[in-house]
């Protein structure tokens, strides 16, 4: 039997992307990566009941931003000109990158595991992430 569970992550995405150099050490270059990851690794943790698998599996992930101000009239009604997507930051690749880093070790053993995916970025009332993520059976 396939499980799939689904979880979502409230507040703005974090992204993973480029790295610092600190001397010996290098650091990822956006500050609040940490907390955004912990909130993840939370929340697939309070989802994903059970040790961590090693099927493949397939995510699907949607990427919520409120939309801005200047989207609506001043009566508070969308203008008609107003884009229907979010073509603008986050960076839909680097949010994954940090997203499936942090279900490491929770939901999956490696990250390597995923075989399958996609994902919208959309507006919504608030900044969010919506995440389902399933076993891939061997007939899929």
């Not at 929770?106 to 992430?129: F, M, N, S």
Request: charged share 30%; with cysteine; hydrophobic share 35%.
């Amino acid at each position: 039997m396939r499980k799939v569970v689904r979880f979502e992550v409230m507040g703005k995405p974090a992204t993973k992307g480029s790295f610092k150099p600190m001397g010996k050490f290098v650091k990822h270059d956006n500050k609040n990566l940490q907390g955004w990851t912990g909130r993840v690794a939370w929340a697939a943790a309070a989802a994903w009941h059970g040790l961590p698998t090693e099927r493949p599996m397939a995510v699907e992930l949607v990427i919520w931003k409120s939309r801005p101000k200047k989207h609506y009239r001043t009566n508070g009604q969308l203008k008609p000109d107003a884009p229907t997507h979010p073509a603008t930051y986050p960076d839909a690749e680097k949010v994954e990158r940090a997203l499936y880093d942090a279900m490491t070790g929770i939901v999956y053993v490696d990250d390597a595991q995923l075989c399958a995916g996609q994902w919208w970025k959309r507006y919504g009332e608030h900044d969010k992430i919506d995440v389902t993520i399933q076993e891939l059976l061997d007939h899929d």
